[in-house]
Structure formats: structure tokens, C-alpha cells
């Protein structure tokens, strides 16, 4: 079992920057790909970024690339999320997850936190 605890989210000015931190207990993050989505209300749950169990790989949404990175410390067991140059419509409950492979697809990782809310305003 992977437990997986999200934090720094919060308010921000549009085109200011947050960094989301997922931190993991109960098994190294190291075994595992590590992604991030986010779910606006009303909207499906949309994938933004998915890095390799090494780091060497990285995969980004169209609607984030080269505004979001996904770095990962596995000596730390946490992967992040740095945001930059936010927009009002990133507005959501942002999530990380851990699955065996590399996927866009939601139903593809096997565990997930709680979610942080990150707001951007106008």
C-alpha cells in the first residue's frame, strides 16, 4: 500500500506560481510512475503531468507544457508540482498518483491522495 498526502496549495494571483508537493508513506515512491491531475467542479477529472519511476521521462497536457514541471526526489519520496504563470482557469482540486506505468488515463493508477485546491484569481 502507497499513502499519498498532497500539500501546498492555496490562493494565487494570476500569473503568479505555486509548488504542490505529494509526499508517500508505506512503500518507496521509487517502484512507481508518479502523475498529476486536477478536477475543476462540473469537470471530468484531466491529467496534466506523468514522470517516469527514474525521472528521465516526463509527459506533459498540452494545457500545462512549458508553464508546469513534475520533478520528482525519490531519496525524499515526494514527487511535485511546480506551477508557473497561473491561470484563472487552473482552478481545481489538484492530485498526484502512483501506478505501475505511464498513462493519461485516470483509471490506470493504482493510488491516489486526497487532493489540494488550488484557486487562481483574476
Known amino acids: 500500500q502507497v499513502q499519498l498526502v498532497e500539500s501546498g496549495g492555496g490562493l494565487v494571483q494570476a500569473g503568479g506560481s505555486l509548488r504542490l508537493s505529494c509526499a508517500a508513506s508505506?512503500?518507496?515512491?521509487?517502484?512507481?510512475?508518479m502523475a498529476w491531475f486536477r478536477q475543476a467542479p462540473g469537470k471530468e477529472r484531466e491529467f496534466l503531468a506523468v514522470?517516469?519511476?527514474?525521472?528521465?521521462?516526463?509527459y506533459y497536457a498540452d494545457s500545462v507544457k512549458g508553464r508546469f514541471t513534475i520533478p520528482r526526489d525519490n531519496a525524499k519520496n515526494t514527487v511535485y508540482l511546480q506551477m508557473n504563470s497561473l491561470k484563472p482557469e487552473d482552478t481545481a482540486v489538484y492530485y498526484c498518483?502512483?501506478?505501475?506505468?505511464?498513462?493519461?488515463?485516470?483509471?490506470?493508477?493504482?493510488?491516489w491522495g486526497q487532493g489540494t485546491q488550488v484557486t487562481v484569481s483574476s
Open positions: 508505506g512503500r518507496t515512491l521509487s517502484r512507481y510512475v
Open positions: 514522470i517516469s519511476w527514474s525521472g528521465g521521462s516526463t
Open positions: 498518483a502512483a501506478g505501475r506505468s505511464s498513462s493519461i488515463r485516470a483509471r490506470e493508477y493504482d493510488y
